[in-house]
């Protein structure tokens, strides 16, 4: 690991990146739904993918609580596949800027899964990546609270366990494998190859 930035002082484990191999990781603290993502924080990220983009990096993964495109009715008022209203304009226009983008990771919405960006799902995005659900990380899903054209791919079959997502990155290709607790292999993978824009 190594150029590991934080926002400030005082949030070196809340707001931070850092670079493994030929991925930059950035972690932004949003303690719930995407529009308590900061202006700072945006500032944040566009730097970093902006540094990450000058290193010839292959891939960025970005981290934060609630996802940028909401799928399930307990956070969200958006329903339809082409409904882009509950996500923020300018963090896609953040996104927009920088192609190396190649995955976000959410939790919050208690859905395990993966919907693939692109403009067909919020009008105005110029690139296209991944962004994948990781939770329930408590004892419960939103599953029934779904919607379903808002998602590639959802786990149905959590009962009460939790879950956690492994990243595999391998040149411009990466694998997501999701788990579900107590299972030794993964309950979903797919591997994505990155579309160099």
Known sequence: MTDYVSLDSNS??????????????????????VDLLTSTQLVFLDARLTYAES??????????????????????DCSARTDASCTPAALVS???????????????????????????????????????????????????YLYPDRMDYTYMDMEESQAFARISVNGMSFTVDIYKVGTSAPVWTKTFIKDIQ
């Open 12 to 33: 070196d484990y809340l707001n931070y990146s850092f670079i493994y191999e030929n991925v930059m990781f950035i972690g932004l603290d949003v303690p719930g739904n």
């Open 55 to 76: 290193r010839e990096l292959d891939h960025a993964f970005i981290f934060f609580h609630g996802p940028l495109y909401c799928v399930e009715s307990t956070h969200c």
């Open 94 to 144: 953040v996104l927009n800027k920088h192609p190396i983008v190649s995955a976000t990771f959410h939790g919050h919405e208690h859905i395990l899964g993966w919907t693939h960006m692109d403009n067909t799902r919020v009008v105005g995005l110029t690139g296209n990546f991944e962004e994948i659900f990781t939770s329930p990380s408590g004892g419960w899903t939103y599953n029934d």
